[in-house]
């Protein structure tokens, strides 16, 4: 997938590559290499590099032009957390919190002698 923005005091989708603009390029296929090499005249090698997995994340430059070759792997969402906790996490967490509740009411009990439930109104 292609993606073209520039920067004009924050990040704005744009159709068409213009001066100054960041390509963003994610998975992409043949026919997308080919038209970026041929749109840009970026050497084979460059793609070569950035599509090797074992590749570290670098910043290029040439003498003919400014290139910046940015190639990172993102983490994937895991969409099974909620607030970076898995559900077994938060599942310890609920009955940390209900032992703790008990053992504080039942340090209630003990101390005054009565039961009291909190009346709202």
Do not use: C
């Amino acid at each position: 997938m292609i993606k073209i923005f520039k920067s004009l005091g924050g990040y704005f989708e744009l159709p068409k590559a213009v001066k100054n603009s960041w390509i963003n390029v994610t998975n992409p296929t043949p026919d997308e290499i080919e038209q970026i090499r041929s749109d840009f005249n970026v050497p084979e090698d460059i793609f070569n590099d950035i599509l090797d997995p074992d590749e570290r994340p670098r910043v290029e430059f040439d003498d003919e032009f400014q290139e910046e070759a940015l190639s990172a792997e993102t983490p994937r969402k895991n969409h099974s957390r909620f607030l970076g906790l898995t559900p077994i996490q938060r599942f310890i967490i609920a009955l940390m919190l209900m032992f703790m509740i008990t053992i504080l009411g039942i340090l209630f009990l003990m101390v005054t002698e009565k039961i009291v439930f909190p009346v709202v109104g």
